[in-house]
C-alpha cells in the first residue's frame, strides 16, 4: 500500500492527486513491478536516474509564511508540493487560457516580472485552475514602479491613533506609498517563486515552446512539460496558534518539532564617548540619539537588497559617525552621542532609546526634508527644542550642496522609528528624508530596490578592486548629506568651533556602497571583521530580515562602524580576545575585537590587529515575545513558519496516467541513499 499512499499524499491541486480512490485504477498495474524493479536497483542507480526524469531549478527564491497576532500571509504548496502543466503568461490575455480555455489543468503559470501585480495575483487566487506562479524578474525594472507593501506602511504600529493625533491615523492625510499594492500581505494557498536565473527561465520557455504551444486554438498533446514547487509551511493561522504549538511541543515532546519563530536580530549601537554597556545612563545627562534602519523587505525570502530603503541611509550614517569622530575636540563635547541601527523596523520592534532621532534617506537631488511631529510642537516646551534643532540642520547645510527644507507642522511624520520613541514620551525629533510627502522610492520593499534604483553607475572594465575604489556621484551625494548630519550633530552636542573641516569621506561611502549592494566579498570587508567570521561574505548581498541572527548584514555593520569610529590598540591576539588578561583596558566601557587585517604586499599573509571602539550588540526582539503576549496589539507579533525544503524542478509528462507513476517513482529513487563509490550515468 505504499504506492497507493504515496499518491495519497500528493497536492491538493497537482495533477497527481488520487485521494479518495477506493481501488487502484487498471493503469497502476505496471506501477508495482516498475517499484519492484526500482528498490531492487538499489542505491547505486537512484539518483542518477532522478537527474534524467527532472531538471532541477537551482536559482529561485520563495515567497515564505509570516503570522502576526492575527493573521497568515504570503505563500505554501501542499506537503508534497504542487504539480501543474506549465503556460507562459507574457500580456494579461494569455491568463485566458489559464483560467478558461485549456484542456490540461491545473497550470503552472510562467510570469513575466511586468504583469506581477494586485490584479493578476486576484485573478489566480481561489481558482482550482491554478497549481503555483513562477515569476521571472523584469529587466529592465518596471517603469510604472512596483511595491508589494502596503500603501500606509506600519500603520497601527506608529504613534498616530485614537488617542494620539486621530487625524493622522491610517495616513488620512498623507498616503506614504502609493504604488503599494499590498500584495505581500495577501495569504495565497499556492506556491509562488522568483526564477534569478535567466538562464534557467529561457529553459522553462524553451521546453513550453517545444511542448505546450496551443496549435490554431486547440490544447497541444502529450508530452507537456511541467513543473513541480515545493514549499510547504509548518505554521498556520496565526502567531497565537503557532507559538502555543511550540510551547506545547516543548513542555511534552521528548523531540519537540517548531513550527515558527519571532523575527529576530540585533541593533548596532556606539555612543561618542564611551559609556558602561551593563550599566545606566545618568539620567540628567542628555543623550542625542540618531538612528536609521539596517533591514529591508520583499514579497520573497531573502530577497531584500534595499538599496534606497534601507542601504543608503545607514551608510549614510555610518559616514557621518566617522566624521563627527575625527572632530578635533570630540572628547570636550559636553553632551553624548548615541549611533542606532535598527533591525526589524519592518516588524515595528519596539525600542526606547532618548534624545533625538535623526533618519537620513537618500538625497533627492539637492533638497532633503525635515519632518516633524505636530502634536507633539503643540508642547510648548518640545516646539523650543525641535526649533533648535530645525535651525541647527539648517544652519550646518549652508556652503553645503545640500538643501534643508522644513515640511511644515500640519503633516503627520512618515513611518520611521521615531513614531515608536513617541509612543513612550513626547521628545523633541526630526525626521530627515529625500520625500515632502508620498516616498520618491517607486521599488519601495521590493526586489528592484537596487542599486540601479539609486543610479549606482561604474566605467565599463573596471576589476573589481577598481570598482570597490570608485567614487560615484551617488557616494558623492550621499556624502555631502553625511557631513550636513554629522556638523549638526556637533552643534546639537555642544561644539563651538568651526565646522568646516568636519566633512564625510566620499570614499569610505562608495566603498560600504559597493560592499553592502553589489559585493561583500572584497578586500576591505575582508580585512575589517574577525577571521571566524569570514564566512559571512556572500557574494550578493540582502538585508532580510529573518530569524537566523545575527544576519551578515548585522555583523558587517558593527565592524564597519568598529572601523570608522574606533581606535587600533598595541595588544596581542590573546589579550584582544581576553581584555580580562591585559592592563587598564576598561572591558566594561569598550569593545575588543582581533580583525584580520589587509594582505600583505605580494603575498597571502594577512596583517591582522586588535580594534577598540565603543560598538555593541543588542537583541531586535519585540516585547510581545519576551512577554508571552502572542497576540499583543502594542507590540509586533510577527513570526515566520519553519518549512522542510523548498525546491523547484520541470520534467515531460507522457500522459495525465503517467505523470503519477513518474512522480511516484522519482520520489521513492529520491529517497534512496546513494552509494558514492557505484554512480552510473
Known amino acids: 500500500m505504499a504506492a497507493v499512499e504515496a499518491g495519497r499524499a500528493r497536492s491538493r491541486r497537482g495533477m497527481a492527486a488520487t485521494a479518495g480512490s477506493p481501488r487502484l485504477p487498471a493503469w497502476c498495474g505496471p506501477l508495482w513491478g516498475l517499484l519492484l524493479a526500482v528498490l531492487a536497483a538499489g542505491s547505486c542507480q537512484g539518483n542518477s536516474v532522478e537527474r534524467k526524469i527532472y531538471i532541477p531549478l537551482n536559482k529561485t527564491a520563495p515567497c515564505v509564511r509570516l503570522l502576526n497576532a492575527t493573521h497568515q500571509i504570503g505563500c505554501q504548496s501542499s506537503i508534497s508540493g504542487d504539480t501543474g502543466v506549465i503556460h507562459v503568461v507574457e500580456k494579461e490575455e494569455d491568463l485566458n487560457w489559464v483560467l478558461a480555455d485549456g484542456p490540461h489543468p491545473p497550470y503552472m503559470i510562467l510570469l513575466d516580472g511586468n504583469l506581477f501585480n494586485r490584479s493578476v495575483l486576484m485573478q489566480l487566487k481561489g481558482t482550482s485552475r491554478v497549481s503555483g506562479l513562477a515569476v521571472s524578474i523584469a529587466k529592465p525594472n518596471p517603469p510604472q514602479g512596483f511595491s508589494p507593501g502596503l500603501k500606509c506602511p506600519n500603520d497601527g504600529f506608529g504613534v498616530y491613533s485614537k488617542d494620539y493625533g486621530p487625524q493622522y491615523a491610517h495616513c488620512n492625510t498623507t498616503v506614504w506609498n502609493p504604488l503599494g499594492s499590498g500584495i505581500s500581505y495577501e495569504d495565497f494557498d499556492f506556491p509562488v517563486f522568483l526564477l534569478e536565473d535567466a538562464n534557467e527561465t529561457q529553459v522553462i520557455k524553451q521546453c513550453y515552446q517545444d511542448h505546450n504551444v496551443p496549435r490554431d486554438g486547440s490544447g497541444p498533446e502529450y508530452p507537456l512539460c511541467a513543473m513541480q514547487l515545493f514549499s510547504h509551511m509548518h505554521a498556520v493561522t496565526s502567531t497565537v496558534t503557532c507559538m502555543r504549538r511550540n510551547s506545547i511541543q516543548n513542555t511534552f515532546s521528548i523531540n519537540p518539532e517548531t513550527v515558527c519563530d519571532p523575527l529576530l536580530d540585533y541593533n548596532v549601537w556606539s555612543t561618542l564617548q564611551p559609556i558602561n554597556s551593563s550599566g545606566k545612563v545618568d539620567r540628567e545627562k542628555e543623550v542625542i540619539i540618531v538612528a536609521t534602519r539596517i533591514d529591508s523587505h520583499s514579497f520573497f525570502w531573502n530577497i531584500a537588497p534595499g538599496a534606497e530603503s534601507a542601504v543608503s541611509s545607514f551608510v549614510t550614517h555610518l559616514a557621518a559617525a566617522e566624521a563627527l569622530h575625527k572632530a578635533s575636540d570630540v572628547h570636550l563635547l559636553q553632551r553624548n552621542v548615541m549611533f542606532t541601527f535598527f533591525q526589524g523596523v519592518r516588524a515595528a520592534a519596539s525600542l526606547h532609546p532618548h534624545g533625538m532621532l535623526n533618519q537620513v534617506r537618500e538625497k533627492n537631488g539637492s533638497v532633503l526634508w525635515m519632518h516633524t511631529d505636530p502634536v507633539s510642537w503643540m508642547n510648548e516646551s518640545v516646539q523650543t527644542q525641535v526649533r533648535n534643532l530645525l535651525d541647527i540642520l539648517s544652519d550646518s547645510s549652508v556652503g553645503a550642496n545640500v538643501t534643508l527644507r522644513e515640511v511644515g507642522y500640519s503633516q503627520p511624520l512618515p513611518p520611521s522609528s521615531f513614531q515608536r520613541f513617541l509612543r513612550a514620551r513626547h521628545i523633541p525629533g526630526v525626521v530627515l528624508t529625500d520625500h515632502q510627502a508620498a516616498f520618491q522610492n517607486r521599488y519601495y520593499q521590493s526586489m528592484y530596490d537596487t542599486p540601479e534604483n539609486i543610479r549606482m553607475q561604474y566605467p565599463e572594465g573596471l576589476s573589481p578592486e577598481e570598482t570597490l575604489e570608485y ?3 551617488t557616494a558623492k551625494s550621499l556624502a555631502e548629506v553625511a557631513t550636513v548630519v554629522a556638523r549638526a550633530l556637533y552643534r546639537l552636542a555642544g561644539g563651538a568651533n568651526n565646522t568646516s573641516a568636519i566633512q564625510a569621506d566620499p570614499k569610505t561611502v562608495t566603498r560600504m556602497l559597493y ?12 580585512s575589517i571583521i574577525k577571521p571566524d567570521l569570514k564566512g559571512i561574505l556572500g557574494d550578493v548581498p540582502q538585508h532580510y ?29 590573546e589579550e584582544c580576545m581576553n581584555p580580562d588578561k591585559a592592563p587598564n583596558t576598561e572591558k566594561e566601557l569598550y569593545d575588543y575585537a582581533w580583525v584580520q587585517g589587509s594582505l600583505e604586499p605580494n603575498s597571502t599573509t594577512r596583517v591582522p590587529y586588535c580594534v577598540r571602539s565603543t560598538v555593541h550588540l543588542t537583541k531586535a526582539l519585540s516585547p510581545a515575545f519576551e512577554l508571552r503576549q502572542w497576540g499583543s496589539t502594542e507590540y509586533s507579533t510577527w513570526t515566520e513558519s519553519r518549512w522542510k525544503e523548498i525546491r523547484a524542478r520541470i520534467f515531460l509528462v507522457a500522459s495525465k496516467e503517467l505523470e503519477i507513476i513518474t512522480l511516484v517513482v522519482a520520489d521513492v529513487l529520491f529517497s534512496i541513499p546513494r552509494d558514492p563509490g557505484a554512480v552510473a550515468y
Open 515 to 526: 560592499g553592502f549592494l553589489i559585493k561583500m566579498n572584497n578586500s576591505w570587508f575582508q
Open 545 to 573: 530580515v529573518a530569524v537566523s541572527s545575527p544576519v551578515n548584514t548585522t555583523y558587517l555593520v558593527q565592524y564597519v562602524l568598529a572601523n570608522l569610529t574606533g581606535t587600533v590598540v598595541n595588544l596581542t591576539k
Open 471 to 473: 567614487v560615484t556621484d
